[in-house]
């Protein structure tokens, strides 16, 4: 799964990277972003990408509460394109979800060990999203899931599943203005290559999510 991320580059990094012309509203860099927080995500309208913060959980247009967003943080890409949460989302509404490194929090005799996991070499990199819009009585919310996946060989160790890190040259691809199948989609994922990806123990302060700050990713001794 993807519980936990961060973003730390400068605005006018992410905005170089993904050809965005509008400044971020309201950007800052983070170092513990969790489920039910804002999270910046990029998508194409059509005519330019744009680049703005959407809620982690995804509530569907149909949900009748919107707490079911707590439970959709992730969709699983084996079998989004035939789940009735994901179906539609996988044809037209695609995004990434800007990152530059994500915890995972590995298993040990001592306990659940934080990871902090990068890509190799490259300083900033989407995941691979969803995203809907919930119309309320009283309110408009933007939510998004993340896409998962086994793990690969560099991260079976540390845990079992993994968020899907789009290559460099497959972000512009994933969201493209145009209508996919559901299948299609899958298909997509599956053909990805992934990065090298390195990783480093980190201490337990980022297990909770009110914490924020360089303690997060410092390297244990």
Same mark, same amino acid.
């Given at each position: 799964?993807?519980?936990?991320?961060?973003?730390?580059?400068?605005?006018?990094?992410?905005?170089?990277?993904?050809? @965005?012309?509008?400044?971020?509203?309201?950007?800052?860099?983070?170092?513990? @972003?969790? !489920?039910? =927080?804002?999270?910046?995500?990029? +998508?194409?309208?059509?005519?330019?990408?744009? #680049?703005?913060?959407?809620?982690?959980?995804?509530? !569907? *247009?149909?949900?009748?509460?919107?707490? @079911?967003?707590?439970?959709?943080?992730?969709?699983? *890409?084996?079998?989004?394109?035939?789940?009735?949460?994901?179906?539609?989302?996988? *044809?037209?509404?695609?995004?990434?979800?800007?990152?530059?490194?994500?915890?995972?929090?590995?298993?040990?005799?001592? %306990?659940?060990?934080?990871?902090? +996991?990068?890509?190799?070499?490259? *300083?900033?990199?989407?995941?691979?999203?969803?995203?809907? =819009?919930?119309? %309320?009585?009283?309110?408009?919310?933007?939510?998004?899931? +993340?896409?998962?996946?086994? #793990?690969?060989?560099?991260?079976?160790?540390?845990?079992?599943?993994?968020?899907?890190?789009? !290559?460099?040259?497959? =972000?512009? =691809?994933?969201?493209? !203005?145009?209508?996919?199948?559901?299948?299609?989609?899958?298909?997509?994922?599956?053909?990805?290559?992934?990065?090298?990806?390195? #990783?480093?123990?980190?201490?337990?302060?980022?297990?909770?999510?009110?914490?924020?700050?360089?303690?997060? +990713?410092?390297?244990?001794?």
């Amino acid at each position: 799964m993807c519980g936990r991320y961060t973003l730390l580059a400068e605005e006018a990094e992410i905005l170089r990277e993904y050809g @965005i012309e509008r400044p971020i509203d309201g950007y800052e860099p983070r170092y513990n @972003i969790a !489920p039910g =927080q804002k999270v910046l995500a990029v +998508i194409h309208d059509g005519k330019q990408k744009r #680049a703005g913060y959407m809620k982690w959980g995804l509530v !569907p *247009s149909w949900a009748k509460d919107p707490k @079911i967003g707590y439970k959709m943080i992730n969709a699983r *890409s084996e079998t989004a394109h035939e789940k009735p949460s994901y179906k539609r989302l996988m *044809s037209q509404k695609r995004c990434l979800i800007v990152a530059d490194s994500f915890y995972e929090w590995q298993k040990t005799e001592s %306990g659940k060990q934080p990871v902090r +996991i990068q890509p190799e070499n490259r *300083s900033l990199f989407a995941f691979a999203g969803l995203w809907d =819009q919930w119309e %309320g009585e009283e309110e408009s919310l933007y939510t998004c899931t +993340i896409l998962t996946q086994d #793990a690969n060989e560099f991260m079976a160790p540390i845990h079992n599943r993994m968020p899907v890190i789009l !290559p460099k040259g497959k =972000q512009d =691809q994933w969201i493209e !203005p145009v209508k996919w199948s559901p299948s299609d989609a899958k298909g997509f994922v599956e053909q990805l290559t992934m990065n090298d990806l390195r #990783a480093y123990e980190v201490s337990d302060y980022v297990n909770s999510a009110k914490n924020e700050g360089p303690d997060c +990713i410092t390297p244990l001794a």
